[in-house]
């Protein structure tokens, strides 16, 4: 059974940090590219970032410089390292795994940037 699990949201003010984890378990994580996503009230789902198998990463410019994405195989942990959030950072953000035929979505947890 395949599953990806969050953890690590919460609120926090703005120019602070949060650092999410996503668990896998159920297919061979390391061969799986992983991405985060989020998705605010009322917009659709964005990209935010990605790791390949091979660990490069990518990010959009809206959060290039503030998230890092890295991943520990031996784990089957991704990670996202956020900094410097903005309250436009508030959003539901989604665990990703694909491997170019199957990919595989977390449950979601809430990250809330607000003073």
């Known amino acids: 059974q395949v599953q990806l699990v969050e953890s690590g949201g919460g609120l926090v003010q703005p120019g602070g940090s949060l650092r999410l984890s996503c668990t896998a378990s159920?297919?061979?994580?390391?061969?799986?590219?992983m991405r985060w996503y989020r998705q605010a009230p009322g917009k659709e789902r964005e990209l935010v970032a990605t790791i390949t198998s091979g660990a490069r990463t990518n990010y959009p410019d809206s959060v290039k410089g503030r998230f890092t994405i890295s991943r520990d195989n031996a784990k089957s942990t991704v990670y996202l390292q956020m900094n410097s959030l903005k309250p436009e950072d508030t959003a539901v953000y989604y665990c990703?795994?694909?491997?170019?035929?199957?990919?595989?979505w977390g449950q979601g947890i809430q990250v809330t940037v607000s003073s």
């Open positions: 159920g297919f061979p994580f390391s061969i799986y590219a």
């Open positions: 990703n795994a694909f491997n170019g035929v199957l990919q595989y």
